[in-house]
């Protein structure tokens, strides 16, 4: 056997989920599955006890899809990477989602893997943090008693990622005056995991910025925001020397965590032309 025995819960309903997600000590939530099986079944080839419960969510069906409503778009947590990638309804500045999916992995992982998963795994490096992050997205969770509770991207994930309700969707409004650009930096030319993940965000009144949000995934902290950057962008008028001015105004102690200088210059150059591809978008 591949796993350690186990018991397979499978509720058909949010609310039944988010009551077992309570009820159940010694309990995994089970996704899509591409990092629970294998971490199961790592731990047991190194004879470490696993969990006794496994809470699948796969035949709950209100936890699939994606919605456009009132401006808001919603996705669901069992919405599949690829779902997402292939959405019509990704306009406006939301279509970077598109790219951001398009970067996850292979087309088999994208298959299985939700943006539920992505989001409440809890592995730093994973990459739709930061981009929720500067679209300011909201996460939506169920408690036992059936009672939503709304947590900023941004609050979430300064709270670790802890996860304890259960998450049903994201929400992000739709703003028809936003731009956005999106970088990642992996180690290898072939498909890999990223080194690092920058996502900003803003909206111009002529050339001048506002509104500006910068996500950051240094992928050893939780993504972030650099409030320092984000307020010398929202005082600033788009030119061709912006990204190169606005590398003087970084939180250091979010970069220089890199260990070596390759990878704290490779953040820079990616700010930098994060910020000059929004400023050729505006001159
Ligand atoms: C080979 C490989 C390459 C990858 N490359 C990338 C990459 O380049 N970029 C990237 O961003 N990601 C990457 N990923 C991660 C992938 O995108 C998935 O996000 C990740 O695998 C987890 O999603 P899942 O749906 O399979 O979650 P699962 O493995 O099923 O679950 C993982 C954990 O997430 C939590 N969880 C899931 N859903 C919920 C919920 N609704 N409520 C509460 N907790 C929940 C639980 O703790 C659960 O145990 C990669 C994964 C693999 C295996």
Not at 63 to 84: C, Q
Not at 229 to 234: I, T
Request: with cysteine; proline share 2%.
């Amino acid at each position: 056997m591949l796993l350690n025995p186990l018991t397979l819960h499978l509720p058909k309903t949010s609310l039944e989920a988010a009551r077992l997600y309570k009820e159940l000590e010694d309990s995994k939530v089970l996704a899509g599955g591409t990092f629970l099986l294998n971490s199961l079944k790592l731990l047991k080839t190194k004879r470490t006890k696993t969990a006794g419960h496994v809470l699948s969510l796969g035949k709950i069906d209100e936890l699939k899809g994606i919605s456009f409503h009132n401006d808001t778009l919603t996705i669901k947590a069992m919405t599949r990477i690829n779902e997402i990638f292939e959405s019509p309804l990704l306009s406006g500045h939301l279509r970077i989602l598109h790219a951001v999916c398009r970067n996850i992995s292979t087309n088999p992982i994208r298959n299985m893997a939700t943006i539920g998963g992505n989001l409440t795994c809890r592995y730093t490096w994973t990459e739709m943090g930061a981009v929720m992050v500067a679209l300011d997205a909201q996460m939506h969770f169920l408690d036992s008693d059936g009672h939503e509770e709304i947590i900023s991207a941004e609050n979430f994930f300064k709270n670790a990622a802890r996860c304890e309700k259960l998450f049903t969707h994201v929400t992000i409004k739709s703003k028809p005056t936003a731009s956005v650009v999106y970088r990642r930096v992996k180690k290898t030319l072939h498909v890999d995991i990223p080194l690092l993940a920058v996502c900003v965000k803003t909206e111009f009144n002529g050339k001048q910025w506002f509104n500006t949000r910068v996500g950051i995934n240094n992928t050893i902290a939780f993504a972030q925001r650099d409030l320092v950057l984000e307020e010398f962008l929202n005082k600033s008028i788009s030119s061709q020397d912006l990204g190169n001015e606005a590398l003087a105004h970084l939180t250091p102690a979010i970069y220089d965590t890199r260990a070596s200088e390759y990878k704290q210059h490779i953040f820079r150059v990616s700010l930098k032309s994060a910020i000059e591809e929004l400023c050729d978008s505006n001159i």
